[in-house]
């Protein structure tokens, strides 16, 4: 099957671009799209495009606008669908996917907020965002006969996970055309990206409604001199958790880049650049009290000799 039609989306980043490596896709031509959001509040390089979709939209919180990142020609089967032996097939049946970077988990979104990470909650997402989703799902349309329909049930996370009643079918997806959710592919557990305002953003793509205007972005607040860099506890949860909560690809395999997943932290945080040198500059005696305070000085001192430890969890 060959691809027809502009391949590239206009104005797309190319940094992170699969399509003629490893994990390059078949040939199809689209007729259904899917939206994921990635549940982290940064782009990551999806374990060198394993688990990647055709694109993905990062937040340009200053410019207000979606920076789309293209890792597959559009006609091009991407990866971030698990397709599960026998059944039906997802991630090569004539669907675009497309990550959302932030979250549809309103927990996920009370602690971000909490903690000041900077993100989009999708259920709400900036008038900005709803404008620059619509654009692409335009130029799918007018591109490439991708109907701007959905006609599905967009259920709230985490009502939408698992087997909800919002999951399609076999020969519901093998029938589907227009937009759908991961929450509603068949052989897929995830419920991203929850009750997101579909209606809305397909009523702004096909001119229903008028498209939304943002105001201009406010200048960025001056940091008071006590706010020039985190405290120890916030380079501590940063090291402690974010190595956890990043664990873990989309598709349950573990990750082994935890240079990425700290990198991940301090820049979801959205730090100004005074204070993102300052936090690294910071690290190194934050890790090393880290690693200190939760195995002993003992193996903290082996660790820093260069001794390799291996550790078996314990079996429950």
Not at 2 to 16: H, N
Not at 30 to 35: E, I, R, S, Y
Not at 252 to 267: C, E, F, K, M, V
Request: charged share 15%.
């Amino acid at each position: 099957m060959a691809r027809s039609g502009p391949q590239k989306i206009p104005g797309a980043v190319f940094d992170l671009f699969f399509g003629d490596g490893r994990y390059s896709g078949s040939d199809m031509e689209v007729n259904c799209a899917v939206l994921h959001t990635t549940e982290g509040a940064t782009l990551y390089d999806y374990d060198g495009g394993g688990v990647a979709p055709q694109v993905t939209g990062v937040p340009d919180f200053n410019a207000r606008r979606l920076v789309w990142h293209q890792h597959f020609d559009v006609d091009e089967s991407s990866r971030a669908l698990v397709n599960a032996p026998g059944g039906v097939q997802t991630n090569t049946a004539n669907c675009f996917q497309i990550e959302l970077v932030g979250t549809c988990d309103p927990a996920t979104h009370a602690y971000w907020t909490r903690r000041g990470v900077q993100h989009i909650y999708w259920p709400e997402p900036p008038d900005w965002a709803v404008r620059d989703l619509a654009w692409l799902m335009r130029w799918l349309r007018d591109q490439h006969g991708v109907p701007l329909t959905s006609g599905l049930e967009w259920l709230p996370y985490p009502a939408s996970y698992g087997a909800s009643r919002a999951r399609m079918s076999f020969t519901q997806w093998t029938n589907f055309r227009g937009w759908c959710g991961h929450m509603h592919v068949p052989e897929n557990d995830h419920g991203d990206p929850g009750d997101m305002p579909i209606d809305r953003i397909l009523a702004v793509a096909t001119g229903q409604a008028p498209p939304p205007t943002s105001p201009a972005p406010p200048p960025a607040p001056a940091p008071s001199e006590e706010d020039d860099m985190p405290s120890p506890q916030d380079v501590a949860i940063a090291v402690a958790l974010e190595p956890v909560l990043r664990m873990y690809t989309p598709d349950g395999q573990t990750r082994t880049d935890a240079t990425a997943s700290l990198s991940d932290y301090l820049g979801g945080i959205q730090l100004s650049q005074a204070r993102q040198e300052a936090a690294l500059a910071a690290l190194p005696a934050a890790i090393a009290q880290a690693v200190a305070a939760a195995v002993g000085p003992a193996v903290a001192q082996a660790l820093a000799a260069g001794i390799t430890l291996t550790v078996t969890p314990k079996e429950h």
